[in-house]
């Protein structure tokens, strides 16, 4: 069975940093991509980043150049270091596993999802 289990959401200020993690139970991690989405109350899902098996990430417009992908195939996990924070970051932060290698930026593209973590930035 595969399972996904993230961690890391806090309540951080404006300007802060967090990083979340997420591990991969049951699945050939190295071989599949990667992302995480993010949901706020009342809105659509919004695609944050994503990671291909080799290691190459791709973003969304709103975090590019603040949030950064990484993948650590020895131990299944994925993490997303978030920084310099902004109140409309708040959401919980979902990461996902694609049936594919390559990064993907729809939802839809992914198989596997996690129980999702709270990401809580005050202004």
């Known amino acids: 069975q595969v399972q996904l289990v993230e961690s890391g959401g806090a309540m951080v200020q404006a300007g802060g940093s967090l990083r979340l993690s997420c591990t991969v139970y049951?699945?050939?991690?190295?071989?599949?991509?990667m992302g995480w989405f993010r949901q706020a109350p009342g809105k659509e899902r919004e695609f944050v980043a994503t990671i291909d098996n080799s290691g190459f990430a791709l973003y969304g417009s709103s975090v590019k150049g603040r949030f950064t992908m990484s993948r650590d195939n020895a131990n299944s996990m994925v993490s997303l270091h978030m920084s310099t924070l902004k109140p409309e970051d708040s959401a919980i932060y979902f990461c996902a596993l694609s049936n594919y290698p390559t990064t993907q930026t729809t939802g839809e593209m992914y198989a596997y999802w996690g129980q999702g973590t709270q990401v809580t930035v005050s202004s």
């Open positions: 049951g699945r050939t991690f190295p071989n599949y991509a």
